[in-house]
T-cell receptor, first 112, second 115 residues
Framework: GDSVTQMEGPVTLSEEAFLTINCTYTATGYPSLFWYVQYPGEGLQLLLKATKADDKGSNKGFEATYRKETTSFHLEKGSVQVSDSAVYFCALSSGGYNKLIFGAGTRLAVHP | GAGVSQSPSNKVTEKGKDVELRCDPISGHTALYWYRQRLGQGLEFLIYFQGNSAPDKSGLPSDRFSAERTGESVSTLTIQRTQQEDSAVYLC?????????????FGSGTQLSVL
């Protein structure tokens, strides 16, 4: 069945460092791909999405490109801030409706 | 108006008891989803409602789990004869029509602890 694999955390970075969180997927058909973020004490919220191959989703300085050839959707940010500390979840939609299959999540800790 | 609301926010119960978890989706959202998040793990899909029907309940772990939705609004997830492995955060989400590229709006979850 469909699945999402993302790099294990925690990822610990200094402020202004470059961030990459790897995400690969297995799916039949052409899923939409998402990154969700869970800040401490808050609920999950959508960070960005891409709906077809070569699309780039972007928001708050984060970017991810839908790569069909490598079945990947890696999350990147050029310069992280302390406020980016959170758990990041990669997900795909499956089944023609918005049934999301999530990765296990990657905890990011950014230190001043 | 308000976002997705879940109650209770925390529930502690004894093994073997039944529990009911409630979700109030955003008004007008026809699609509603339940997920489970065990400690340190990703979210597991449980069930999907379109209106009051559940075309996909493939994620319900056992027949101890059931869910219903009424009035194309409130949904209740019921766990019978709770077990310790049921301890998790149960998240509800809604979206306007359930299309595959839509944004899901999540509630803050119910933290269930089974002693």
């Amino acid at each position: 069945g469909d699945s999402v694999t993302q790099m294990e955390g925690p990822v610990t970075l200094s402020e202004e460092a470059f961030l990459t969180i790897n995400c690969t997927y297995t799916a039949t058909g052409y899923p939409s791909l998402f990154w969700y973020v869970q800040y401490p004490g808050e609920g999950l919220q959508l960070l960005l999405k891409a709906t077809k191959a070569d699309d780039k989703g972007s928001n708050k300085g984060f970017e991810a490109t839908y790569r069909k050839e490598t079945t990947s959707f890696h999350l990147e940010k050029g310069s992280v801030q302390v406020s980016d500390s959170a758990v990041y979840f990669c997900a795909l939609s499956s089944g023609g409706y918005n049934k999301l299959i999530f990765g296990a999540g990657t905890r990011l800790a950014v230190h001043p | 108006g308000a976002g997705v609301s879940q109650s209770p926010s925390n529930k502690v119960t004894e093994k073997g008891k039944d529990v009911e978890l409630r979700c109030d989706p955003i008004s007008g959202h026809t699609a509603l989803y339940w997920y489970r998040q065990r400690l340190g793990q990703g979210l597991e899909f449980l069930i999907y409602f379109q209106g009051n029907s559940a075309p996909d309940k493939s994620g319900l772990p056992s027949d101890r789990f059931s869910a219903e939705r009424t009035g194309e609004s409130v949904s209740t997830l019921t766990i019978q004869r709770t077990q310790q492995e049921d301890s998790a955060v149960y998240l509800c989400a809604s979206s306007p029509a359930g299309a595959s590229s839509e944004k899901l709006f999540f509630g803050s979850g119910t933290q269930l602890s089974v002693l």
